[in-house]
């Protein structure tokens, strides 16, 4: 069961916010309030949309658009992983 500050958008998946803690690795880039472009459909939101599963070995963000996968953080014993194969662009950064 999801923690109760998280939205649950159906019956497994959550919003893009759901990211933010997983993503820290990256430093001070907040992927949840800039701009990302799917590079499959060429939908451009706010990293928030994106429809989040989560679980303990690590997070999946999909499109909301075309389901296509943006982004893929697995826990892994050396440290945390990020790969963004779905992401054409990432814009709108804050510091």
């Not at 953080?73 to 804050?94: F, N, Q, Y």
């Amino acid at each position: 069961m999801p923690a109760p500050d998280l939205v649950t958008l159906d019956g497994n998946a959550l919003d893009g916010n759901a990211l933010a803690g997983r993503l820290a690795v990256l430093g001070s880039l907040d992927v949840t309030s800039a701009t990302v472009r799917c590079a499959g459909c060429g939908r451009t939101g706010a990293g928030a949309q994106m429809r989040a599963y989560v679980s303990g070995m690590g997070a999946v963000g999909r499109c909301p658009g075309c389901d296509a996968v943006l982004v893929v953080v697995v826990e892994h014993p050396s440290g945390t992983r990020v790969a963004m194969p779905g992401v054409a662009w990432i814009g709108d950064l804050e510091p």
